[in-house]
């Protein structure tokens, strides 16, 4: 989870509506049985991870029954808050796209013209590019340079973020110094070449002991400097027998 989403209020587009469906069905298992855990299973693995990450829904681990999911307190204050009282509105209108390229212009940040305008901060970054008819025609109109992707994060930014991952400093860290996304820091240490495919055998031991010391996956994650996705797999195979850590 970004550092920013963990005080950020979520609006109705910012969750797919697998996800939501997804939220809907972990909340009224909630609502008839609390605590309620369903079997994970049932569920798409790419949804549940995307909750997980911004702290929608919690998976157990347990090392013999089989994982299990359920809705977290901020799940359900989304529901509630959001999900309950959202009524669908109708295409933004062209004055709408005007003041969303308008604020973005003005170097308001996306997220906060996503929250002005009750929409998505990829809907958002695809106006203030052009990337509809309609938007290009209202940039041209307004006399401005569509916003590429590549100029988001100046170069001095990058250079910041590799030299700081060659330092040994974690992707949670770097992002909240530079305020960039994890996700985009990823791409940018792949890229480069600094990032190890696969953990080896004394990290995974690592992994194992950090989380019987009572450390969640995502507090390993960021203490390895790593994706939460290789200390599932270490888990993983710890509980299976193929990891010995004795």
């Given at each position: ?113 996503a929250s002005h305008f009750d929409v998505s901060i990829a809907h958002v970054s695809g ?83 950090m989380y019987r010391s009572g450390m969640t996956y995502q507090q390993i994650a960021d ?24």
């Amino acid at each position: 989870m970004r550092a920013d989403d963990e005080t950020r209020r979520f609006v109705h587009s910012d969750l797919t509506e697998a996800q939501r469906r997804t939220v809907q069905i972990l909340v009224d298992a909630e609502l008839e049985d609390s605590p309620a855990w369903l079997v994970v299973e049932q569920f798409n693995k790419d949804t549940l991870r995307q909750l997980q990450l911004i702290d929608m829904v919690v998976v157990s681990t347990p090392e013999i029954d089989e994982p299990k999911v359920r809705i977290t307190g901020r799940g359900m204050n989304f529901y509630k808050d959001v999900m309950c009282e959202f009524t669908p509105r109708n295409k933004l209108s062209d004055e709408d796209i005007r003041g969303i390229i308008r604020m973005c212009a003005e170097g308001v940040k996306y997220e906060t013209v996503a929250s002005h305008f009750d929409v998505s901060i990829a809907h958002v970054s695809g106006i203030r590019r052009g990337s509809t008819l309609r938007s290009m025609e209202i940039l041209e109109e307004m006399m401005l340079t569509p916003q590429s992707r590549r100029h988001r994060h100046p170069a001095s930014i990058r250079k910041a973020c590799l030299r700081m991952r060659r330092e040994g400093v974690t992707y949670k860290e770097i992002s909240e110094r530079l305020g960039v996304p994890v996700g985009t820091l990823n791409k940018w240490i792949k890229k480069a070449g600094l990032a190890n495919a696969h953990p080896d055998t004394a990290e995974r031991r690592r992994i194992v002991r950090m989380y019987r010391s009572g450390m969640t996956y995502q507090q390993i994650a960021d203490e390895i400097g790593r994706s939460v996705q290789p200390v599932k797999d270490a888990m993983k195979a710890f509980y299976l027998g193929v990891l010995d850590v004795s």
